[in-house]
Each structure stands twice: as C-alpha cells, then as structure tokens.
C-alpha cells in the first residue's frame, strides 16, 4: 500500500489503554501550556480500549470503525469558534472575562452610596425635627433616595442572578456546541461526520475533553469524498485528520492539530475480492455456456436447411445470436459489476442512478420486443452463410450477431457499435470517479433512437 503504514499493534508506539487512563496517557503527551486544538486521534476498540496513535503515524481503519479525538480547554476554544453575538459567546464574556462580576461591583457600589445618602438624610430629619420647611424638602428627598436605593438593589439582584445562571451555563452548556465539530480528512471536511456523542471531560487537570466519531457516514458527504478519493492512492483513501468547527451562522472555523495524524481506508477488502470473484465466476460461467446453448439466441427464429452433420459454424445452431440479448447481458454485467465495485471500495448502497436505470430498460426492452417480433420466423441457414466466412469461430460469431437473413446489416453494426462506446464510457467512469456517471438525456436518447432503429428493421426482416 503506497505511502501508507501502520503500526496497529506496537504498544511502543500506538498506546492500548483503557478509558480510564486515557486522560492521563494524552497528559503525558502534551506541553505544560497548550492552547487549545487537536491533541490526540485514535480508535475505539472492541471491548472499551482505546488505540491511542502515536503523532505522525496513520490508523489503518473501516466504514464501521469508531475514532475519537481528544482536544483541550474546549469550553474556552468554543468561545472564540462560537458567533459574538450567540448566547454561549455573551455568557462566556460574562464569566470568564469578568464582565459580570465588574457590572455587579458597580451595581454594589451604587447600592451603598445610596444607603449612605438615605442615612445622611434620615439623620438630618431628625436633627432638623423642628424646622418645618426644611423637614418638609428632607422628607422628599427621602422619597427620591429610598426609591432610588430600591432600584440599585433590584438591579443588583438581577445582576447576581444573571452571572449565576451565565456560570452555569458556562459550565454545563458549551457540551450541547460540540456537536456542531466535523471531522476534517485530508482536507476535505465531512459535514455528515458529526459527533456520535457530546464531549466528555477525561482529565480535569489538563480539561482534556473526548469526542467520537462513526466512519459509516463517511461517503455521504460524494463530491468530499470524490475530491479525497481522487487525490489518494489507488488501493486505499488516505488523509491528514483534523477538525472543523461549524457555528450557529453556518461559519466553517478550522480547529488546530498538535501533531500529525493520518487515517487511511483501505478499498479492496475482503468484500471487493469476494463479490468481484463472484460475479467473475457468474460471467466465465455464462460466456462458457454461449457456444453451446440458447442464452444469447433469439429461439424465436429457426434456421432451416441445416447440413448434418455441421461443415462449419453456420449450420450448427438451430437459432442464430440475438444482438438484443447480447446488449441486455453486457449491460446488466457491467452495472451489477460498477455496483458490487462501488459497496465493496466505498462502502455506498446508493451506486445506481437514473442512467443506470434508463439503459437497462432500454436493453431489456429492446430484448423483449426483439424475442416478440422474431416469434416463429425461419432463415434459412444457407443463405445466411457468408460467401467467404473465416474459420475461426470468434469472427463467425461477430458475423452472426451483425447479421440477419440478408447478411450483415448496417442498423445492427450501429447498435453494436454504440453499445461498446458507452459500455467504455460508463466503466471509465465507475474507475475514475467511483460513482455510476450521469449520462446526458441527448446521450440517452441517441442509445434508444439506436435501438428503435433496430426494433423497426427488425419487423421489417419479417415482413
């Protein structure tokens, strides 16, 4: 596998542990003051194990494998990743940057000032019991300073509450936002690959913070996937994993990586070498059974004059080749084939597409209304003979498909011909871009103009 190694089983270098030492061994790995990113990637194990990948190496996984990412202070990195103006963004500046407590000496301050000047005022009524004009302008200011101490310790009470309710949704509230990270592979990242799970806290001395992740969505995500299938060797996908963080305005943040990691898939597995296998067996099973049997053979057409015994091809087979049951067999082989191809490299079910579709119907139709059409008809066989036909019977087969009892007509060479090209097309394009390509409708319309020409002549071989 080019470019691509694994050191899956080394405890030297890919730690085992347990969950419970998992903090522990990602603390032993990491500086003394580290802002926030990326610290650790690895794989969830059968049994509760965790596969902890040493920095610059590659864990070779499937589209069923659960991977994890460990980052640190998270609560404060989703601070500076969520929107200003979203609620995590306001509580965490009136925690952690002090803004609320600041609001909430001042409020205390005005509080007291006010307490001191209700006071001063209730001690001058009393000194100035006897002098009533002036008792009468004291008492409203005492009205003005009691309202008013009122209102400053309303406004402090909001204030404690308010700073209350922000820490402890600092503190609880951030988990819900860490679903809204995507993992970021080779470059491409996934928005389909979201948490399994929010964060969970493994070590508070480092607030070292866990999340996991499930490959099985992996594909969903076709022109990423694509892109990073494309730029990744032939045998397997590879990329550099990361992190990227999707806030409540759709804002794409990409999250820092302590050191390397890579993750690599490969594609032929086990199940691309057992489906191919089978369906290559159904194939050289079918080609072996032409020669001798009427699976490629319009049985609605009967040769007579036949020479017994047989001098040569011509006069061996009761029937002669169907080009339309020859379409229809190299068509579903080679979407059944792009098919089983594309879930065993992929690990995606949803391959077939409209032109998949459209052109087996085409085929399958054009076969049916063939076999309706040659319905007790007879050639004769001698007529059918080429007046120099080759020896060798793969050629007599090409002659035979081509031709009807006129000999070899142009109407099927076109079906044939167009046949082939885009049989080589779709292929090509199950290779190149691991997905089924889209024929255009114009290209569609050209493959069943091509087979109704066929149909017609067909009636008229008959007629």
């Not at 969950?19 to 003394?32: M, P, T, Y």
């Not at 076969?367 to 007599?396: G, H, L, T």
Request: proline residues 3%; neutral net charge; hydrophobic residues 45%.
């Amino acid at each position: 596998m080019s470019g691509f190694s694994v050191a899956a089983d080394d405890e030297r270098e890919n730690l085992i542990v347990g969950k419970a030492n998992l903090g522990k061994a990602v603390r032993e790995r990491i500086s003394a003051s580290s802002p926030p990113k990326l610290l650790a990637f690895g794989e969830i194990m059968e049994g509760g194990k965790y596969r902890l990948m040493s920095p610059d190496s590659s864990l070779e996984a499937n589209f069923s494998s659960d991977v994890f990412v460990v980052i640190n202070d998270l609560d404060g990195l989703l601070s500076e990743l969520s929107d200003p103006e979203s609620e995590y963004a306001k509580n965490w500046k009136l925690v952690v940057e002090k803004t609320g407590d600041n609001q909430l000496k001042l409020a205390a301050l005005d509080r007291a000032e006010l307490k001191i000047k209700l006071e001063k005022i209730v001690n001058e009524l009393i000194v100035k019991a006897s002098d009533a004009p002036t008792l009468n302008v004291l008492n409203v200011e005492r009205g003005k300073a009691d309202l008013a101490l009122q209102e400053a310790e309303k406004k402090e009470a909001a204030l404690t509450t308010q700073v209350e309710t922000a820490k402890r949704f600092v503190k609880h509230g951030f988990k819900p936002l860490s679903l809204n990270f995507r993992l970021r592979i080779g470059g491409e990242t996934f928005d389909k690959l979201h948490p399994t799970d929010v964060a969970e806290l493994i070590d508070l001395e480092k607030s070292l913070f866990l999340l996991r992740f499930n490959l099985r969505d992996m594909n969903k995500d076709r022109d990423a996937w694509l892109r990073l299938l494309k730029s990744s060797p032939k045998t397997c996908m590879v990329g550099d994993v990361a992190l990227t963080y999707v806030s409540e305005s759709g804002k794409k943040s990409y999250i820092g990586v302590d050191s390397g990691f890579r993750l690599g898939i490969p594609l032929f597995r086990w199940e691309f070498w057992t489906s191919m296998g089978i369906i290559a067996g159904c194939l050289g099973l079918f080609i072996w059974k032409v020669p001798t049997s009427d699976v490629l053979r319009d049985t609605g057409i009967t040769l007579k004059n036949l020479t017994q015994p047989a001098p040569n091809y011509w006069h061996q087979h009761k029937h002669p080749l169907s080009l339309a049951r020859l379409q229809m067999s190299i068509w579903f082989f080679i979407i059944i084939g792009s098919f089983v191809f594309l879930w065993s490299t992929t690990g995606s079910l949803a391959g077939v597409n409209n032109t998949a579709l459209i052109l087996m119907g085409i085929s399958g139709g054009t076969s049916m209304f063939a076999a309706i059409i040659s319905e007790k008809r007879e050639w004769d066989a001698k007529q059918r003979e080429p007046e120099n036909a080759s020896n060798r019977v793969v050629m007599n087969w090409f002659i035979d498909i081509l031709s009807s009892d006129e000999g070899m007509t142009i109407h099927r060479f076109q079906m044939f011909a167009w046949t082939l090209v885009l049989a080589v097309v779709f292929v090509n394009g199950v290779l190149s871009d691991y997905a089924m390509p889209l024929f255009s409708n114009e290209l569609l319309g050209l493959m069943g103009i091509s087979s109704g020409v066929y149909i017609g002549f067909k009636i008229k071989e008959g007629s």
